[in-house]
């Protein structure tokens, strides 16, 4: 069964602080993509992956890294973590297709204090 | 750059009737694709159901239909015969088709809350 899986599912941070959220895919896409979801703003697109070894900006990328070790693995990095970037994270995957619908993980929700 | 607008932040419904929910995009590219996702209470987000710019039929799927009009830059969700558990916040979303590998450009979501 195809399944995209986030960890960890809540995460308290310092302000300062790095943080890493990961993100496993069971579903051999290609791209994998990181959103975050805010209140009165939506989803918002952070960064993007064609494969492994390849990262993309998004709209939002200020304030993050990514990284794509392996075609399974894409982590959101925040390595100076700020309480703006308190949230609710969703790593998604899709194989590329136009009109592939990407399928999304649990989300994992951040509160930087 | 492609806009997706969900002018409606929530609609009320009595269980099992029909519920509509406006989406309104827009896209300098010919091509594109449309997606209708729903967030459970849980948070899980699900995909529902897509349609392409260059099909004129609406898509179905299940009690999920879609209204597309093109000229209006449209994308309408109807659920009909609700139940409880279409109680949930549904997102439209937009892929352009020049870039398959972009992320999806999303609303800002419907509440729907379906009562018994």
């Known amino acids: 069964e195809a399944a995209v899986t986030q960890s960890p599912r809540n995460k308290v941070a310092v302000t300062g602080g790095k943080v890493t959220l990961s993100c496993n895919q069971t579903n051999n896409h290609n791209n994998m993509y990181w959103y975050r979801q805010d209140t009165g703003h939506g989803l918002r697109l952070i960064h993007y992956s064609y494969g492994a070894g390849s990262t993309e900006k998004g709209d939002i990328p200020d304030g993050y890294k990514a990284s794509r070790p392996s075609q399974e693995n894409f982590s959101l990095i925040l390595e100076l973590a700020t309480p703006s970037q308190t949230s609710v994270y969703f790593c998604?995957?899709?194989?590329?297709?136009?009109?592939?619908?990407?399928?999304f993980g649990e989300g994992t929700r951040l509160s930087v204090l | 750059a492609q806009k997706v607008t969900q002018t409606q932040t929530s609609i009320s419904v009595m269980e099992k009737t029909t519920v509509t929910m406006d989406c309104v995009y827009e896209?300098?590219?010919?091509?594109?694709?449309l997606f209708w996702y729903k967030q459970t209470a849980s948070g899980e987000i699900v995909f529902l159901i897509r349609?392409?710019?260059?099909?004129?039929e609406n898509a179905t799927v299940g009690h999920y239909s879609l209204n597309f009009q093109k000229p209006k830059s449209s994308i309408g969700l109807i659920i009909t015969a609700t139940q409880i558990e279409d109680s949930a916040v549904y997102f439209c979303a937009m892929r352009e088709g020049y870039n398959y590998a972009q992320g999806l450009t999303f609303g800002l979501g419907t509440r729907v809350s379906v009562f018994p």
């Open positions: 998604a995957s899709g194989d590329g297709q136009g009109a592939q619908a990407p399928l």
């Open positions: 896209t300098q590219d010919s091509s594109y694709f």
């Open positions: 349609q392409d710019s260059y099909k004129k």
